[in-house]
């Protein structure tokens, strides 16, 4: 997955996967390796748990640590 957002926002791994496992209900384990960038961050995520992370994330309430993001599928 890409979210709209990095180093710019101070963001850790530890953010990346605390955020994504707790607002769409997986495990970190279910979380890859993660890649933040100035303005973007990837993350790997099982295939089977793409879309509850895209559904919870892009929900109004999906942020990390307040910071409301955009998160998409990427290839």
Do not use: W, Y
């Not at 979380?31 to 895209?54: N, W, Y």
């Amino acid at each position: 997955i890409s979210i709209n957002a990095g180093k710019n926002k101070r963001f850790t791994p530890g953010d990346i996967v605390g955020a994504l496992a707790a607002q769409s209900g997986i495990r970190g384990t279910d979380i890859g390796s993660i890649e933040i960038l100035e303005k973007q961050t990837f993350a790997k995520i099982t295939d089977r748990h793409v879309s509850k992370v895209l559904d919870a994330m892009n929900a109004p309430e999906g942020k990390i640590k307040g910071v409301k993001v955009t998160v998409e599928l990427c290839e």
